[in-house]
């Protein structure tokens, strides 16, 4: 569609249903939405408490969107390597065993069959 008006006239726009850990009521009787609906969405995305999303969106589509509260996000590599570096520990691969670093053959050049893996041998 081209025009933003009629987009959001024919399907819809997104509905916030929670705002930094607490329940936007009178959106979710909009949606005709119950709270234990909503914990159910909430806990098949893996979420426990409501006090853990920033904000939760339901979608034109039914679909729940989120954004999870700074506490309650994962750690994630990066993050964890920033965080061993500021304590002076440096990143080691050596913990890679025999058997997987030989497997490092690309599969691409497997597919264009100009090279065949060999399969690791376990112990």
Do not use: W
Request: net charge positive.
């Amino acid at each position: 569609m081209k025009s933003n008006t009629l987009e959001k006239f024919f399907t819809g726009k997104s509905k916030i249903v929670v705002e930094n850990g607490k329940l936007n009521i009178k959106n979710l009787k909009k949606l005709r939405l119950t709270v234990d609906q909503l914990e159910m969405r909430i806990r098949n995305e893996g979420i426990n408490k409501f006090d853990d999303i920033k904000f939760a969106t339901i979608k034109p589509n039914g679909l729940l969107g989120f954004e999870l509260a700074e506490d309650a996000k994962p750690l994630t590599i990066r993050e964890f390597k920033t965080l061993m570096e500021s304590y002076g520990f440096q990143p080691n691969n050596n913990h890679l065993s025999e058997n997987t670093q030989s497997c490092s053959v690309s599969i691409f050049n497997e597919i264009k069959g100009k090279q065949k893996p060999e399969n690791p041998k376990f112990k």
